[in-house]
Structure formats: C-alpha cells, structure tokens
C-alpha cells in the first residue's frame, strides 16, 4: 500500500489467513512464544492467558484490517485492495470505515487516533488535507499538512499540523489557522505533542531561522526560553504545572541538562552521544528520558527525575521507552523494530517473540497496568493486546495501531495522547 511504514514492509511475507469466525474478536487463544531479554539474560516471568482480569477502565484498540485473503505485508494490490479502520471494545467492533485513497483514509498508524468517544483520521495529498471522524468529513483545508496533534474540546478540534519537509507548523481549531511559525520544527516524543497544562492548550517547537531558539505556545501566546544555544542541543520542551522546562545536551561537557526558568541542572556525568531525549510529564511533575551511548560503547536509555535522581532499573540495556504515572514507572524493550519486554513496579515479564508496535499510540500505561497493542512479525498469529502479562488475541487480519485506556474517573494530564483528557481552551491566537 502506498505510503505504508518500513516497520510493515521488513513484516514477514508468508500469506495471511486469519478466520474472523466467532463471536468475540479478542479471545484467549494460544499465542505466539515468548521472547526474551537478549541484553542480560536474566529470567523473565511467563505470561499465559489466564481469566479476564478486572480491568481499571475500559480498553479499547484501533487497528487496520484487511480481507481475509489478503496478505496485507506483501501488499501485491499496492494499497489499493479494500481495508477498514476499525476501533475495538473486547467483543465489538465499535467503528469500522473505510480506509484507503479513495476513502481519503490514510492506513498509516500513526494518521488515525481514538479520542472523545471518536477515531479522528487525517489524510493529505498535494491539494489539501481532510480531517474525519469516525469516516465522516468534519473540516478540510487548502495546505498539505501531517497532523502531528490533535485535541477535542466541546464542539472544537485542534490540530497541530506540519508541512512536508518537516519544517513550518499551524495550529487550527476546525482547519482555521489560530498559530503558525513557517520555521518551526515540533518538539516532543510524537514528533508534536499538543497537550493541557495548567488549562492551556499547549506545544512547543524549535525555530531555526533567523536563529535557534526553543518556544512553548500557551493558547496561542509564545514564550522564548533563554538559554546558551550555541552550546547545546535543544532535545525536549515542556510546559508543566505552568513552568517551562528545557532537555538538552550540552556540548562542551558533554551532559544532559535541564533549563528551569534559571536555573540548570545536569543529569548525570559525561557521555559519548545523546541520540535522543523527552520529557514526561506527570501531573505537576515531570521526568526525562534519555537515550544515550556511554564512554564504555554500550547504549542505555535511563529515566531521570526533575531533581536529578537516576529512577531506572538497575539494568538500562535494551529499554526503548518509560511510562510514568503517578509517580509509578513502566518501561518497554527490545532489540531493533521489535519488542521483547516490559516491567511495571519492580515485575519484569517477557513479550511474545516477534511482536512490533506500529506506532507510539500502541502503548498505554495508567498507573496500574501497562496495555500494548501488538503486531506480530509471523502471519501464524493474530495481533495480541497485552494488559499487564494478560495476552488476548484480536482476530482481525491487520495490524493494530492503538491501545486507548478509557479511566472516565481520571481527569489529570497523562504523558500519551492516547490517555490524556480534555480541558479548557481559551481561544487565543498568535503568531510565531
């Protein structure tokens, strides 16, 4: 299919025949075998499907699924054979439309999202881009934007969008340019985060021309962030608790450090290379991910917290990404595009060998239970949602592109999309 990830095209290529037949589409049928933590070689603990767990909330999870004689990873018919976007509820297939180019649908995983009871999709050609919900046109404009960000509050949607090349970004409320900066390249894990803090709707970007330097839009109000940028590279922005907090590497020493209004702070010693960092917020709160290449050669991925304590695990080898909240960390690892395990308060366990996340929305974590919505890299297998150690397979022939844990009775901001709430919005309009 055209446009489709590297992460689908390197899948295996055996076809696909996976029966839809029964009344449930998450069941708990024999799965995939375990993988295992090829960077320590410590034991994991076994998962096996067992009874249904009481779940904190409900969890949904979105996926692409195709007909059952088609061997989507091959894709012989280029992305022109019929598929749908589906949202799934346990034993329902609650959405389901059509996706594909004449649908205006992109099959991408990272192009369609759940959020306030809808699963909003964009798509953009060289005329435009359309925003849908549920398959159902809700505004469409004239620029071609990736849509990077997305929030719903009432009646209105906002998008954070990002013009091809990867440089210039708007933020809309219904298609309507409220805030646009023609050099800014968007911050944050999901390559431009827009989020609540404090009541605002908020993001922030690094503008490179005339010069460097890093903003964070509060309701379409932009502040600067005064720092040395000749000598670091700015990784993350956030705004938290109403602060503005900065991740960044700075060169001469050769460390990360935070920038918090005045103040810096550095975050460990000296390493070789920093290939990535982010900052998680958690209510008040925030922690910073660093992935980093030490003096030794070996490459780690830590987790530290605003006062500089080091909060990993005792081995940091191999973990791809945290999870915080309410204080209580979750983490996910593996070796190159795949995934091999998780570990929650203290427990470590094993994924199923072969197992992929299509995107950054196939993980959730609320505090009590990791959820990964899985794609195997065999045909042999259905894609797997795992909560906790819990493995339930989805039939579908597809891959999944979403895990959503639906907790009405929380309110706070969470560090993934795909668990925030919605707050308030005041409307106001700026310009970078």
Known sequence: MRGMKNAVRILAVVPVFIALAGCHLIDHTPQMPLGRRHTTGRTLEQPSPGPESVLPGRVLVTGVAFPDYYDWRRDTANGKVHCSVVLIDGSQTLV?????????????????????????????????????????????????????????????????????????????????????????????????????????????????????????????????????????????????????????????????????????????????????????????????????????GLQRTELWTEGGSNCSPGECSGIQRYFVRGGKVAYLGGDGGTVSFAGAEGVEYAIPEGSRLMGDACAAWDGRMLCLALTPSSPLYSPLLMMGQEQLAVKINGYLTGVYIDNKEETDVNDNDNQRQVRGHTGRTGQG
């Open 96 to 296: 389901s439309f059509p996706a594909g180019e004449d649908a205006q649908v992109s099959q991408e995983a990272d192009m369609h999202r759940y959020a306030s009871g809808g699963v909003f999709s964009d798509y953009a050609w060289p005329g435009g881009t359309v925003v849908k919900r549920d398959g159902e046109v809700i505004f469409r404009y004239d620029e071609r934007e990736l849509v990077s960000g997305l929030q719903v509050c009432g009646d209105d949607v906002f998008t954070l969008g990002i013009r091809p090349g990867g440089r210039g970004l708007t933020l809309r409320r219904n298609g309507i340019p409220e805030y646009s900066a023609p050099s800014g390249t968007p911050l944050g894990r999901m390559a431009g985060r827009l989020y609540y803090d404090a009541g605002a709707l908020c993001f922030s970007y690094l503008q490179t021309s005339p010069s460097t330097k890093a903003i964070v839009v509060r309701d379409g109000v932009a502040e600067e962030i005064d720092a040395p940028y000749s000598l670091g590279r700015v990784l993350d922005v956030l705004s938290v608790g109403g602060r503005t907090v900065m991740l960044a590497f700075y060169k001469p020493a050769r460390m990360p450090f935070l920038v918090i209004g005045d103040s810096f702070r550095p975050l460990g010693g000296s390493v070789a290379e920093i290939s990535e960092g982010y900052l998680i917020p958690d209510g008040q709160d925030f922690y910073a991910q660093i992935s980093y290449t030490g003096k030794d």
